[in-house]
């Protein structure tokens, strides 16, 4: 199956060309022919399966006829950066329509996004808490929506945006087409999804599981020496583009604070952040000038970066179903990724959430050559762990290469280990692999 059995406009069949899709993915292949038949449609579909295009190339369809101006199709999203790549996408997608997009999003000025509304725009990317203002200030006309879309409904609940979304219900027409994204099934997307949907028909990718294009592994260390080993880890594995995650804001901007001493270009995306600071280091996240990216959940909701290789959990997400969203940003659209996780004693109950989720064991890992029983150094600074003394120094090195096929040379003792865990990563299938294409 091509693009071509769509019938998609001339138009947007070359926006399709433009950002070199080639065949549709299996989602879009489900979703796209009963959307522009004007159905409803329940997603269930994680980040990484293609299933923007799966919304956006059917509304970019609808849009080539009909009145322009007004505000037809609605997509809500939970985060700003979502939000972003969405409107991103239709961009893309769009480039040789006159379709134009808004994205609205809190904790940046109003005043461009009503600006850009007052000029006359058709698709309205949202998130709640904005779009319920601007709903309030009579700066935003949904009346004329004939498509609405809720992407990682999952996720929105979580941020607790439920009873925004039913606000916001009210202000748009209830003759409409309604889409619904969802990673995962919880008992509120169902009863949402019950309330809102007419008759919709399901498409579901891969169960909820994280992408089959993932490699999965565990690595059992204690909670002091989680830096070092990340370090070693870095230092001895070919990385493309890396996204670490944390537990708290301030894990995440201490352990990006380590690793740029270290010598690594990494930047990190967390809730204390203004908008222009998180977009920053995003989009140099983007364009491979910062190779190490250090997340919390929230701020990496909805992060889209064709090439990351390597997704790393220093703290366990709190759910399963949060494991499934940080690993959705690897291995995206049928590429491989890895996926190594951190597990302390304390993470054993959510170690087996995550398996019974995958219906799968996970790989346990040890690194071979690393000091696992380095004593915790007396004082911690902030609940980190820190490199043990003995480990390699994080002296400063040359800034490196977004592809890192030479790691630094490993101290003598552990080199032989080394060449063994890298022998090992590149036998594995979606281990260690070449450089991939950048978006
Ligand atoms: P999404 O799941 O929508 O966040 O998409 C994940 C990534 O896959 C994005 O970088 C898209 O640009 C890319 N993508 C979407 N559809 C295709 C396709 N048919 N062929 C190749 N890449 C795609």
Known sequence: MTFASFNLHPRIASGVQ?????????????????????????????????KTAAFVLPILQRLMEGPRGRIRALILAPTRELAEQIHDHIGGLGQHTRSRSVTLYGGV??????????????????????????????????????????DEADRMMDMGFLPDIRR??????????????????????????HDILRAPVTVQIGQTAPAATVAHALYP????????????????????????????????????DQLKKAGYR????????????????????????????????????GIDVSSISHVINYDMPDTAEAYTHRIGRTGRAAKTGDAFTFVTEEDADMVRAI?????????????????????????????????????????????????????????????????????????????????????
Not at 168 to 191: C, E, G, N, Y
């Open 221 to 256: 260390v204690a909670g002091h020496l989680k830096t070092a080993l990340l370090l070693e880890l870095l230092q001895g594995t070919d990385t493309e583009s890396v996204l670490v995650f944390t537990r708290t804001k301030h894990r995440a901007k201490r352990l990006a």
């Open 355 to 439: 398996e019974r989720l995958l219906g799968a064991k996970l790989e346990r890992r040890t690194l071979p050559g690393f000091d696992y029983r380095a004593p915790e150094p007396e004082r911690s600074a902030g609940g980190l762990s820190r490199p043990p003394r003995g480990s390699r120094p994080p002296a400063a090195r040359e800034p490196q290469r977004v592809t890192t096929p030479t790691p630094a040379p490993a101290p003598a003792a552990a080199s032989d280990a080394w060449s063994a865990f890298r022998r090992r990563s590149r036998r594995r299938p979606g281990g260690v692999r070449p450089t991939m294409g950048r978006r």
């Open 109 to 150: 000025s109003q005043r461009p996004q009503v600006e850009k509304l007052r000029a006359g725009v058709e698709i309205a990317v949202a998130c709640p808490g904005r779009l319920l203002d601007l709903i309030g200030q009579r700066e935003i006309d949904l009346s004329h929506v004939e498509i609405l879309v809720l």
């Open 18 to 50: 433009a950002l070199g899709y080639e065949q549709p993915t299996p989602i879009q292949l489900q979703a796209i022919p009963p959307v522009l038949e004007g159905r409803d449609v329940m997603g269930l579909a994680q980040t990484g399966t293609g």
């Open 168 to 193: 916001i219900l009210k202000h748009v027409p209830v003759k409409r087409q309604t889409l619904l994204f969802s990673a995962t099934m919880p008992d509120d997307i169902r009863q949402l999804a």
């Open 266 to 301: 990494t930047a990190s995306l967390q809730g204390n952040l203004s908008q222009n600071r998180r977009m920053e280091a995003m989009d140099m996240f983007r364009d491979g000038s910062v190779q190490i990216l250090v997340a919390t959940d929230i701020a990496a909701r």
